[in-house]
């Protein structure tokens, strides 16, 4: 695999394992935080976001990731971080 | 020049960039808000600083940048921007 491959894929395993990462911070502000519809987890989120946003960008601009690729890994942690806080809102829901 | 070295190249290249930016982005800030004291300001660049900071640290983690070349970027940056802050102030007194 050349240099400029092999840096590529390095990039994409990042930046996947940064989204996990902002996914699992999500998962664990759902289960400790009273109020998860609180400004606070909106402004955590918002901040992950932006700073996942800012190394895809730089990535995209070394030409190792790939500009659409890079949207759906955005895309995709939006569409998970829904699911957590709808699931969570759910259970609380039932427990009342 | 290899392509490793052609992209750390570049990689530095974007870091200075987006530093300046930052800079520059101060430096509007401070000609037009009537209060740069206030925490608007210190949110902006603090947010600024923070996506900054992602992108070096990306870069370092994909080996073209070195960690500690990474931390000069942000000490150098945060001392431009306490010089600008400075001059402002000072002028501001002045015209009182």
Known sequence: ??????????????LDKDAD????????QMENLTMPQCPVFEEVLDTQMFGL?????FAVRL???DAQD????L?????EVSKV??????KEKNQV
């Open 1 to 14: 695999m050349s240099a400029e491959k092999q840096l590529s894929k390095t990039a994409y395993d990042q």
């Open 21 to 28: 990462r902002i996914l699992q911070l999500i998962e664990v």
């Open 53 to 57: 946003s800012k190394e895809i960008n």
């Open 63 to 65: 030409g190792l990731v």
């Open 70 to 73: 890079g949207r759906d890994i």
């Open 75 to 79: 895309d995709h942690l939006e569409v």
């Open 85 to 90: 806080h709808e699931a969570y809102m759910e």
